[in-house]
């Protein structure tokens, strides 16, 4: 691992609260934990990713493709300069039931799943009628997230402080590019109309 700007320290909370969980893992939550954990990898949101961008792009939905292409793909690149910029250690070793050496905060599974998953409503909304009419099924990207962030601290992986930045951020993330994306929009609209 390259030299960090800082070397965040984890707080009280955090050894308090990862001492309670360790005490009281069993089964079949760890399992359950294994499971669900998985839904945030890179290698399962890449796949996620490359393939909702093909099918919009065969839709000709160019702008919704790069809306979710570039900002997950640029959020990830934000992650782990965050991750370098502050330098934190992961909770002990003989804690975590997952073998990790990269940096701690914030979690990028926290903060990702939270990017592409909201993304992934964003992209629903604008283009599913169904998903319009039915709103209440966009509660599941961020509820996806909250639960992939939660098995991060059951596994011992992350600190639950590294956990709420990742979410923190990537909800910022996902608010900073559907903005961007609706300046463009209005840009490219005012563009269309003064061409005609």
């Known amino acids: 691992m390259t030299p960090t700007v800082l070397a965040l ?21 760890v399992g359950l934990a294994h499971a669900v954990t998985v839904l945030g990898n890179t290698l399962t949101l890449t796949v996620i990713c490359l393939i909702v961008v093909a099918a ?21 690149a934000a992650m782990v300069t965050l991750k370098h910029i502050f330098g934190r250690t992961r909770p002990p070793v003989t804690d975590r039931l997952l073998t990790i050496e990269s940096y701690s905060f914030p979690s990028g599974h ?21 998903v319009r ?13 909250i639960a992939i962030g939660l098995t991060r601290i059951y596994l011992a992986v992350h600190w ?21 994306f609706g300046l463009f929009e209005r840009w490219t609209h005012r563009t269309e109309v003064g061409s005609t």
């Not at 320290?9 to 939550?29: A, N, S, T």
């Not at 402080?161 to 990537?170: I, M, Q």
């Not at 910022?172 to 903005?179: A, D, E, G, H, N």
Request: proline letters at 4%; aromatic letters at 10%.
């Open 110 to 130: 926290a903060m990702m799943s939270m990017v592409v998953y909201c993304l992934l409503a964003v992209v629903a909304f604008g283009v599913s009628g169904w």
């Open 9 to 29: 320290p984890h707080l009280r909370l955090d050894d308090e609260v990862i001492g309670w969980v360790v005490d009281d893992r069993r089964e079949p939550w």
């Open 133 to 145: 009419d039915h709103r209440w099924v966009l509660l599941a990207a961020p509820l996806l997230s």
């Open 56 to 76: 919009l792009l065969i839709r000709r939905k160019v702008g919704m493709a790069v809306l979710l292409g570039a900002g997950a793909l640029l959020g990830s």
């Open 160 to 180: 639950p402080t590294d956990v709420l930045a990742g979410w923190a951020f990537g909800a910022m993330w996902v608010v900073l590019c559907v903005w961007i």
